[in-house]
């Protein structure tokens, strides 16, 4: 049986060209750091960057899953395009991870003391279209 989706909504083809198995496994492997994995605490901050950035933008998160490998968000139509989108939430979740002490690489700061990123350089967007 096939999923239902709501009338309206289009899945843009995009979103079924990720990477395979073997390629995520020859990234983790090339890794300079071991990957994150999220704890509650730090999921928890993650939500309340995100929370930050909404303020601040108007942007309408309409779902959001922090899960300790990586996150989903489902977002309306950014007033940036949604890589930038992406970025800036990134960067809010940083912060706020760094505000409460709770940072995945605060043992291993860079020599000016900022902290590697804990996320991937780009992301994965997929785009929900209304149809006319």
């Excluded at 996320?119 to 994965?124: T, V």
Aim: glycine share 6%; hydrophobic share 35%.
């Amino acid at each position: 049986m096939k999923p239902r989706r709501k009338p309206g909504l289009r899945l843009s083809r995009t979103c079924h060209n990720g990477p395979s198995l073997e390629q995520r496994q020859r990234t983790k492997a090339a890794l300079a750091r071991p990957e994150v994995v999220f704890n509650g605490k730090q999921a928890q901050a993650v939500g309340h960057g995100f929370a930050r950035f909404v303020a601040r933008s108007g942007t309408r998160i309409l779902a959001c899953a922090i899960m300790p490998l990586h996150t989903h968000l489902v977002f309306d139509r950014p007033p940036y395009p949604a890589e930038q989108s992406v970025n800036l939430l990134k960067g809010a979740a940083t912060t706020e991870l760094t505000r409460r002490g709770l940072h995945p690489f605060a043992d291993v700061p860079y020599k000016d003391g900022r902290f590697p990123t804990p996320w991937a350089r780009k992301q994965w967007i997929c785009y929900l279209n209304r149809e006319a």
